[in-house]
């Protein structure tokens, strides 16, 4: 019997990769157009990259939040 199926985390690729050191890097809020900028990648492609950190890779978001509210 198989177990049920679970969120598994994904591999990040070199778009999340930039994201997240953007986002490490800045002490405030940042637009997409903001992150795009940064990262010089279309705002699309930010978008589907923000929603697989977001879903996919939770435990890693929560350990980057813990990282910056403490």
Known sequence: MQSPK???QKALN???????DVLQKETKAL???EIATRTG???QKII????K???CNEKLINEMLLQIYL
């Open 6 to 8: 679970r969120k598994s």
């Open 14 to 20: 070199k778009i999340d990769l930039k994201i997240m």
């Open 31 to 33: 637009t997409l157009q």
């Open 41 to 43: 990648e279309a705002p």
């Open 48 to 51: 589907k990259s923000l929603w």
């Open 53 to 55: 950190l977001f879903i």
